[in-house]
C-alpha cells in the first residue's frame, strides 16, 4: 500500500521562480529563506531596497539564486515593474507572497486619523490587490503556479484600536477567496495565511505590558515565529496542497480558539 510522506522534498520549489513583497524583513524573510533553501529562484520585493539587497547577499551566500527589487505595493507601477522585473531575470514566474504590510497607529475608529486610514489600507488591501493584478497574468503565463496573501488573526477577529488594519486583513480574506474561485480552472491556488501576534520587527515598538497582553492572548503562552508562519506558507504554495483553493488558514497558537 503506498503512503504520502509528510516529508517535503529538499529541492521541492526548484526551477519555481517566487516574487515575495516585504521579503527583507520578518515574516517575508523567513518565507525566502524558506523558499530558497527549497530550490526557487526567489524575488525579493521590498520598500527598503538596501535590506532586500542583504536578503538576498545572505541567499546566494547559502547557495541559492536570488534578485533584489525596489517595490511600494502602494504603487500599482512600481509593481508591475516588480513583476516583469522577476519575469526578466528568471524568466518566468510561478509562486508570490502578498506579505508587505504595516501595522499603523491605534485609535479607536471616532478618532483614527483619515491619512492613517488611507496608508494602512493601500498597502494591506489594495497592495496585495495591485500585486495579484500583475502576478496573475505572468503565473498563467508560466502555467499556473500558487499565490499565497499575508492575512491577520485579524482576518477575522475584530481589535480595538486597529480598525484599518483589521478591516484590510478581513478584505484580504474576500479578495484571496474570489480570486481563487476565478484562477482554479487556470492552475493557479491561492489562500490566504492567518498568523496570531509574530515576533517580528512589525511589533518592534510593542514592550513591557502591551507585549505581555498579546502573548495572553496566545494559549500557546507566546508570540510565534517568522518561521512557524513560513512553513505554513510553504505548505501552501507547494504541490502538498495541490486540492486547497480559496482557504484561510490560521497559525495563531491558538487565540482563535476561544
Ligand atoms: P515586518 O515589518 O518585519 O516586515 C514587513 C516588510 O514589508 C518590511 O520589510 C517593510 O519595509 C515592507 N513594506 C512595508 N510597506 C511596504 C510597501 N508599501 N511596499 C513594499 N514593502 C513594504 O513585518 P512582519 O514580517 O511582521 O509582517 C509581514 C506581514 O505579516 C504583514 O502583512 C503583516 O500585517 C502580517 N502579519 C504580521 C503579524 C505580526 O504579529 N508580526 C501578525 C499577523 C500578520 P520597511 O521595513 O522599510 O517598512
Known sequence: ???????????????????????????????????????????VADYNEESARAAVAELE???GRAAAVAMDVTDPASVEAGVRFAVDTF???HLAVNNAGIGGPSSPTGEYAVEDWDRVVATNLSGVFYSMRYELPAIIAAGGGAIVNMSSILGTNGFAGSPAYVAAKHGVVGLTKTAALEYAAQNVRINAVGPGFIDTPLLR??????RDHLI???????????EEVA?????????RASFIHGSYHLVDGGYSAS
Open 91 to 93: 524568466g518566468a514566474l
Open 61 to 63: 551566500s547559502a547557495g
Open 231 to 239: 512553513e505554513l506558507a510553504a505548505f501552501l504554495l507547494s504541490d
Open 1 to 43: 500500500m503506498s503512503t504520502t510522506t509528510a516529508t517535503p522534498n529538499a529541492q521541492e520549489f526548484a526551477g519555481r521562480t517566487a516574487l515575495v513583497t516585504g521579503g527583507a524583513s520578518g515574516i517575508g524573510l523567513a518565507l525566502a529563506r524558506r523558499l530558497s533553501g527549497a530550490g526557487a529562484p526567489v524575488v
Open 216 to 226: 495572553s492572548l496566545h494559549p500557546a503562552g507566546r508570540l510565534g515565529t517568522a
Open 205 to 210: 515598538d510593542t514592550e513591557g505590558p502591551a
